[in-house]
């Protein structure tokens, strides 16, 4: 398809304009003698071909009328959508309690029957006409006005109900036009990642490493599957994904699991575990971003340090990159884009791994001192944008045929959660709950 000019998001800005400051490049003349890395994930992720990259073809984009799980659909494969060239802010709406010292936001909007659901730090579910952005109803989950603090997986929607996993050990059903909770199911742990519903059942990875599947119609258990038990592990989790007759689970011990969706019986196994990460956070095999499925292929990366694609049939792996992250691999055709956790956005074959472009994005508030860390959430591909937030609150737009800059914006405060589209709006929440949308 012909590469169209994709317009800047938000705001009509030119590369120039965000300035090399910004780009976190220093223009003072560097000190002499050998760099040595003091972070053991330092890793440079480098292009697999010398010389200029092959042309990315994409799928054009597809309007998305819902997004109604975290990922998208159960696959977690949404490919390109389609927004407005020229986006603008619309509204923005407060959605609760946001991160603080004690808890985390972590679920991702989702959007269905013509409504935006979050859920916020303090566990309360929030309702929003997609067009207005007017508050429809609010839902506090949490049972019996516990007062301990719990920070909640995400949400879910399926068939008039939106489903919340929480981080006091349940399951809870919330019927979407009475805002009344129809049923609650207790788990074997606190759940940090959003459930994933399809063909009447729910899917959800607590903390101790459980898979448990439950009847979407009463929250009845219909089998669990556990993985290896681990004392740490990263704050939020992930989601399964599903295809067909196959759930694919991780967990933060770094193995990877397809399951029968019947009975929860393994199909195969892989592991995300390498050797060379020794420093404190590194050390943790999690793979925190979601799997994902798409033409019978898995890919899945973890914060070790290992990038795989994996045969969803046999489970034979097809191909690996030494590649760590803790977002999520977003599928597009036949490539695939993912953030590292050196702050690289990268391009890559879908069905090979190469590596085809690695833009490297802005790592430090203060880059000479190396002081304020930033953190960045994304991507997801949208009318021939790559966009991202991140911590500090910059939205920014990269072109995915060359990972050059089409321009960035700034939002009311830091974005940790991926954004997400539907309807021909972007939406994005931020760490203090501000739900904001840009059509």
Avoid at 17 to 37: T, V
Avoid at 67 to 75: I, K, R, T
Avoid at 245 to 260: D, H, R, W
Wanted: with cysteine.
């Amino acid at each position: 398809m012909p590469r169209r000019l994709a317009g800047v998001l938000i705001v009509v800005m030119s590369l120039a304009g965000c300035g090399d400051a910004w780009l976190g490049e220093n223009k003072a003349p560097p000190l002499p003698g050998k760099r040595i890395s003091i972070l053991a994930q330092d890793h440079v992720v480098e292009p697999d071909i010398a010389g200029p990259a092959p042309e990315i073809v994409l799928p054009p984009p597809e309007d998305n009328e819902d997004w109604p799980q975290a990922g998208g659909y159960s696959n977690h494969a949404m490919h390109h959508m389609l927004v407005n060239d020229n986006l603008k802010r619309v509204w923005t709406g407060n959605a609760g309690i946001g991160s603080d010292s004690r808890r985390k936001l972590l679920a991702q909007p989702i959007v269905a029957e013509g409504m935006v659901f979050t859920v916020d730090a303090g566990s309360e579910v929030t309702a929003f006409d997609a067009k207005t952005g007017k508050r429809i109803w609010i839902r506090d989950v949490t049972p019996n006005r516990d007062p301990n603090v719990y920070t909640s997986g995400g949400l879910a929607y399926d068939e008039g109900m939106v489903y919340v996993a929480t981080g006091f050990a349940q399951v809870v059903a919330v019927d979407v036009k009475t805002s009344e909770v129809v049923w609650r199911q207790n788990v074997s742990g606190p759940v940090r990642g959003a459930p994933t519903v399809r063909g009447g059942r729910i899917f959800v990875v607590t903390v101790d490493n459980q898979t448990h599947a439950l009847a979407a119609e009463d929250g009845s258990p219909l089998w669990t599957h556990s993985g290896i038990s681990e004392a740490t592990g990263l704050l939020a989790g992930n989601s399964p994904a599903v295809d067909g007759n196959t759930v694919v689970v991780a967990y933060t011990s770094g193995e990877l699991f397809a399951l029968k969706i019947e009975t929860g019986g393994v199909i195969w196994q892989d592991s995300l575990i390498t050797v060379r990460r020794t420093e404190n956070v590194g050390a943790l095999m999690d793979i925190r971003g979601r799997p994902a499925i798409d033409r019978g292929r898995v890919y899945a990366i973890g914060n070790g340090d290992l990038m795989v694609c994996v045969d969803l049939r046999t489970g034979r792996r097809l191909w690996e990159k030494e590649i760590g992250g803790v977002q999520s691999p977003w599928i597009a055709g036949d490539y695939i884009f993912v953030v590292t956790n050196g702050n690289e956005v990268v391009a890559l074959e879908a069905k090979t791994g190469r590596i085809l472009w690695v833009t490297q994005m802005q790592s430090w508030e203060k880059p000479t001192e190396k002081e304020g860390r930033i953190m960045w959430s994304g991507p997801i591909l949208a009318s021939d944008r790559l966009i991202l937030g991140s911590s500090t609150g910059k939205l920014v737009a990269l072109s995915p045929y060359t990972g050059e800059m089409l321009g960035w914006d700034k939002s009311p405060d830091g974005v940790s959660i991926a954004p997400v589209v539907a309807g021909g709006s972007l939406y994005f929440l931020t760490d203090d709950a501000d739900l904001v949308a840009f059509r």
